[in-house]
């Protein structure tokens, strides 16, 4: 695997464990349990991992509220990668989550040196109209970032906290990279932390859908929320042994501080650069006092954003879907027909010869036919389960798959069209 996960280019990832070790990634499967009614992308581990989920999974169960957030630079056509976002955003907007989506204009604009004008032609026609169709609510908020006085302001807020060198061991950026390219980073992180602003009922958790690729910019943005905070609150111990909490100023304005103590319902003590509180017995109550007074002081009492982490699924030739290759990507938009024929050249996980495939079994994870059932074409687990059995056993053909799978796509495909239609006469309601 690659030591870099690259948001803009090709990043190869043979072994998603290893996330785990190089980038501190957690399993998904520590927080599984505690999700309510688990969307089919978790119950089918193709979110593997992710940073800070349980924040979002305390707010779904106690009703509380929290925030969905992901984007898409609009550089091409949309495809089923980006219905993969889409479906975990929706699935979060059903589950009570203020949804945002963010259409990356200023980065295509940056890294691909589109128009603004090509920019949102693309936005529009390809991303936005299949996010609706799919079953987006106009209860969310879909944006340009070029059109988001929030996010080009926050951009410039959190550029104060960046420097070079940070950029730099995050992405790789070296002397050639343009000025642009880096603001357009500190964009996605102001896409990122924009749920939790004041015009948006203030600090919540948010989670980033996303595949291990974009990693980069959630590193970064838990960084810069950190960053931009007043206060860090510490668990200290006094010579005795005794347990207190210091709450430490981070360039707080004055009197920050002596605000702080006075809000605090325990015995406290003001020194130079931080207050230590005593008697703490509540420290989740502890947290929100002071993040109230740092909202009240005019700071932003950022929480670091969640994010959860997807399999990407692969070419249906093998090896990676890439839009360079037409034959290994399904677009959205793409004719049905056409798509069915991709479906019926696809490679399969299938022996070499019909006896080897009844005596030997199939390979349905070596399959992209069975992927595409998987992340996209079936919703019914006990069927997946049935069609995995049987391809096993030896007793399902590549040929049958193949078929069926070419009509499902069909069908999506003809349905989703029809639903783009009928999305373009609701923009209005979208604010677009």
């Known amino acids: 695997m690659n030591s870099k996960l690259d948001p803009w280019g090709s990043s190869n990832i043979d072994?998603?464990?290893?996330?785990?070790?190089?980038?501190?990634?957690?399993p998904f499967d520590d927080i599984y349990n505690n999700v309510p009614e688990p969307s089919h992308y978790m119950r089918r581990k193709i979110i593997f991992g992710h940073r800070g989920y349980d924040r979002?999974?305390?707010?779904?169960?106690?009703?509380?509220?929290?925030?969905?957030?992901?984007?898409?630079?609009?550089?091409?056509?949309?495809?089923?990668?980006?219905?993969?976002?889409?479906?975990?955003?929706?699935?979060?907007?059903?589950?009570?989550?203020?949804?945002?989506?963010?259409?990356a204009d200023r980065e295509a604009h940056a890294v691909r040196g589109f128009s603004w004008d090509k920019c949102r032609e693309i936005g529009v026609e390809q991303y936005i109209l299949s996010l609706i169709a799919l079953g987006f609510e106009p209860s969310g908020h879909i944006y340009f970032q070029s059109e988001s006085d929030n996010v080009k302001d926050l951009a410039f807020e959190l550029g104060v906290k960046a420097n070079f060198s940070e950029l730099s061991a995050i992405y790789g950026f070296n002397g050639q990279t343009n000025v642009a390219h880096m603001v357009s980073a500190l964009t996605q992180s102001a896409d990122i932390l924009q749920p939790q602003l004041g015009e948006f009922s203030g600090p919540k958790p948010t989670v980033i859908p996303v595949g291990s690729d974009q990693d980069p910019h959630i590193r970064l943005t838990r960084g810069l929320a950190n960053s931009m905070n007043m206060f860090r609150i510490e668990k200290r111990e006094d010579l005795k042994g005794n347990p207190y909490m210091s709450i430490r100023s981070k360039a707080a304005p004055e009197g920050a501080l002596q605000e702080v103590a006075k809000r605090m319902p325990w015995k406290t003590k003001v020194f130079e650069g931080?207050?230590?509180?005593?008697?703490?017995?509540?420290?989740?109550?502890?947290?929100e006092i002071a993040r109230q007074a740092e909202l009240d002081l005019g700071g932003y009492s950022f929480l670091p954003p969640a994010s959860t982490y997807h399999r990407f699924m692969s070419g249906l030739q093998g090896g990676k879907m890439s839009s360079?290759?037409?034959?290994?990507?399904?677009?959205l938009t793409e004719e049905p027909k056409k798509a069915a024929k991709k479906v019926k050249r696809a490679k399969t996980g299938g022996r070499m010869t019909l006896e080897e495939q009844k005596e030997l079994g199939g390979e349905p994870t070596n399959c992209s036919v069975y992927e595409l059932f998987m992340f996209h074409l079936i919703d019914d687990d006990k069927e997946l389960e049935e069609i995995h059995s049987e391809c096993v056993e030896g007793t399902r053909m590549c040929g049958h798959c193949k078929v069926y799978a070419a009509e499902l796509m069909s069908d999506f495909?003809?349905?989703?069209?029809?639903?783009?239609?009928?999305?373009?006469d609701k923009l209005d309601e979208y604010g677009l």
């Not at 998603?16 to 501190?24: N, P, Q, R, W």
């Not at 495809?79 to 949804?99: F, N, P, R, T």
């Not at 495909?413 to 373009?424: F, I, K, S």
Request: aromatic share 8%; charged share 25%.
């Open 324 to 331: 360079s290759i037409p034959d290994s990507v399904i677009s």
């Open 413 to 424: 495909l003809t349905e989703h069209q029809e639903l783009r239609e009928q999305a373009r």
């Open 274 to 287: 931080h207050v230590d509180v005593f008697g703490v017995d509540d420290k989740q109550k502890l947290k």
């Open 56 to 103: 979002v999974t305390e707010a779904m169960a106690e009703g509380k509220p929290f925030a969905v957030m992901s984007g898409f630079m609009p550089s091409g056509m949309v495809h089923l990668g980006h219905k993969m976002v889409m479906e975990e955003i929706i699935w979060h907007q059903k589950m009570g989550g203020d949804a945002f989506v963010g259409i």
């Open 15 to 26: 072994d998603y464990s290893k996330l785990f070790d190089e980038f501190g990634i957690l």
